[in-house]
């Protein structure tokens, strides 16, 4: 009597002994089938299994190149607009890109200026929340890199067997952002005294007799090197690629702003002179000229919301009276204000001062005498803050 069972074969043959032989044997042949039909589905995927991975390879390898080429084109990039910044020249701009892009190659490729377009133009926006947009023009302010490479990069498996070859391309812009940069200079009482005199209850060495405070400020005082420092720094801004405005700040036992932001860098020069003329002194304030720098930045009617804030910072001596300085500096940093600082003399507090800056995101530098002050103004001058803008 045959039988047949309405289960599985791999249900049924763990009853073999209750069906027999026979049955066992068709069972064998159905499972013998099946294998055979997984094994033809198999030949037959493979291949089809075979172009998905090498398309998924070549499509991370593209993607690879691509990311390597960016970040090669962005640091070249910022380099060129560095140096345009420092120098103003164009051909620098180009070496320090070309310099740049060797340094980082891409899939193992070399590339150079040869292998880029470069344009040097202007970036503008009149809102924070307008992008940049560039145009090649004159008296640039920012430049334009678009890397390609100098030859196709070859994909590491072949479509359909024929070899194919990719050559991506990107693209960097690095602005010269706009910058409202407050000057807060220490006119105390100290600053009356030469670089290298200690001051103190004698008159400055270089004073005429009879002179005391609220006369016209003695020759040799570090306030008139001050004067001289800040003029360079003037003159820099006045012939870069930036767009600035500048306000200045002043301060003793209390704090002034004594020029709103602007870019008539005149009446600035015109202010400091006529604190030459009558020079009170004072206590030092340093926390009350923080403070100050940073309403001078904050004006509404003439901060610009998109421009990168700057607060330069001076003094000469040790803070005594008022505003501390590190909560102010703490203050201004939470207002995104980026903090230089200078101390000028061997009298000054220079842990705390590059405290000050070290809060800000800044720089601090010491002068010993004038010829320093001035390098360290340049300096700042130099190093005021670019952007990738695209």
């Not at 940069?181 to 209850?201: H, K, N, P, Q």
């Not at 004006?299 to 803070?319: C, E, N, T, V, Y």
Request: hydrophobic share 40%; with cysteine.
């Amino acid at each position: 009597m045959r039988m047949r069972s309405a289960y599985p074969c791999s249900v049924v043959k763990t009853d073999l002994r209750l069906v027999g032989p026979r049955f066992e044997m068709i069972c064998l042949r159905r499972q013998s089938a099946r294998t055979g039909a997984t094994m033809a589905l198999l030949v037959f995927m493979l291949p089809v299994i075979l172009c998905i991975a090498s398309y998924v390879i070549n499509l991370a390898y593209m993607e690879t190149a691509r990311t390597e080429l960016q970040i090669s084109t962005d640091v070249a990039t910022r380099a060129a607009g560095r140096m345009l910044a420092v120098t103003g020249d164009q051909d620098q701009a180009i070496a320090a890109a070309d310099r740049f892009l060797q340094m980082n190659p891409y899939s193992n490729r070399e590339i150079s200026v040869g292998g880029t377009d470069i344009v040097f133009g202007v970036s503008t926006r009149t809102d924070e929340t307008q992008r940049y947009v560039f145009a090649p023009g004159e008296n640039p302010n920012a430049v334009s890199l678009r890397s390609f490479g100098e030859d196709d990069v070859e994909m590491i498996f072949p479509t359909l067997g024929v070899q194919t070859y990719f050559r991506p391309i990107k693209q960097a812009i690095c602005t010269q952002i706009e910058l409202d940069i407050s000057i807060v200079l220490d006119r105390s009482g100290s600053m009356a005294y030469a670089s290298d005199e200690i001051s103190g209850g004698d008159p400055p060495q270089s004073a005429p007799p009879g002179w005391s405070s609220g006369d016209p400020v003695p020759p040799n005082a570090r306030w008139l090197d001050t004067i001289a420092a800040v003029q360079e720094f003037l003159n820099i801004m006045q012939t870069s690629s930036h767009d600035e405005r500048v306000s200045l700040c002043t301060y003793s036992t209390k704090s002034a702003t004594d020029v709103k932001l602007t870019d008539d860098y005149a009446s600035i020069t015109a202010e400091m002179q006529d604190h030459s003329l009558k020079f009170d002194g004072g206590y030092t304030n340093i926390g009350a000229g923080i403070l100050e720098g940073a309403a001078a930045l904050s004006d509404k009617k003439l901060a610009r919301p998109w421009a990168s804030r700057i607060l330069i910072l001076m003094s000469d001596g040790i803070h005594n009276t008022g505003t501390e300085p590190i909560p102010a500096s703490q203050q201004a940093a939470n207002e995104k204000i980026m903090i230089f600082t200078v101390t000028f003399s061997d009298e000054a507090e220079q842990s705390k001062m590059a405290e000050v800056a070290s809060n800000g995101g800044g720089k601090h530098y010491h002068a010993a005498d004038s010829a320093q002050l001035a390098e360290a103004f340049r300096d700042i001058a130099k190093s005021l803050p670019t952007l990738i803008t695209f």
